[in-house]
């Protein structure tokens, strides 16, 4: 005899044990989980790294100094990622200036991760360290990857997008690299033109300075300055970096 209070399985729900009584139903998680692995280890690192300077007011040597997910990088991927910091903090005038054009609404307080990684991607394009199709693959996949993050990976795509496809019609000037409490008293000092030639060389890196061995000869020395385009400076070659 068929009992009337039966009812059909669901397939939207599985059957799972209960330790303290019956087994009840409940929803399947069919939908998409974040990576358990990390897509992209360096840039992780990098967006974590500017989250704790721009948000959290850590020096960045702080920040290095504290942050595991840097530290335990090897040394090709910890260059990367220091590189990428750099870069995006000396274009971060401009960076702003992208993301406040094509974020309609501000961003909320707790997006920090969401923030960095779309800074930190803008910051790669202006200074031509990838292509902007590989940074806004990573950007995502770094974003899907973080659970705060996963649900605004569209966002992160979309608003890349539209930063990437409009930087030609946005209009930069240098001054703004500097801070905004800083330009207007270099300004009042110095002028607008020797300003923004202060600003300018903010995206210039440090030049790196070789050390010569005292039993280099000076046909040796002078081969070294050919080879890497430097400038002897005392007990040094120093070589600027593009």
């Not at 990390?38 to 290095?64: F, G, H, Y």
């Not at 806004?136 to 993050?149: C, G, H």
């Not at 019609?169 to 300003?195: C, H, M, N, Q």
Request: hydrophobic share 35%; charged share 25%; with cysteine.
């Amino acid at each position: 005899m068929k009992n009337s209070n039966s009812r059909p399985p669901n397939k939207n729900f599985n059957r799972s044990p209960d330790r303290n009584g019956p087994r009840r139903d409940g929803p399947r998680r069919d939908g998409p989980r974040p990576p358990r692995t990390c897509p992209d280890v360096a840039r992780n690192a990098a967006a974590m790294l500017l989250w704790l300077v721009l948000d959290e007011k850590q020096s960045l040597d702080e920040a290095m100094n504290n942050l595991s997910q840097y530290s335990q990088l090897d040394g090709r991927d910890r260059g990367f990622a220091a590189m990428v910091v750099k870069s995006t903090l000396r274009h971060l005038g401009h960076v702003e200036k992208l993301l406040n054009a094509q974020i309609e609404r501000p961003l909320p307080e707790t997006a920090n991760y969401v923030r960095a990684l779309l800074r930190s991607a803008l910051g790669q394009h202006l200074a031509k360290i990838a292509p902007a199709h590989a940074i806004i693959d990573r950007a995502v996949s770094l974003a899907k990857y973080d659970k705060k993050a996963f649900g605004m990976a569209g966002l992160v795509n979309a608003v890349l997008r539209r930063c990437f496809d409009n930087i030609d019609k946005v209009s930069f000037d240098d001054i703004e690299l500097l801070p905004k409490s800083w330009s207007s008293r270099y300004i009042a000092a110095y002028g607008e033109e020797k300003t923004r030639k202060i600003a300018q060389s903010f995206l210039i890196p440090a030049p790196i300075d070789l050390t010569i061995k005292p039993n280099l000869s000076p046909e040796e020395i002078a081969q070294i300055e050919q080879d890497f385009q430097g400038t002897r400076v005392g007990s040094t070659i120093r070589i600027p970096r593009s």
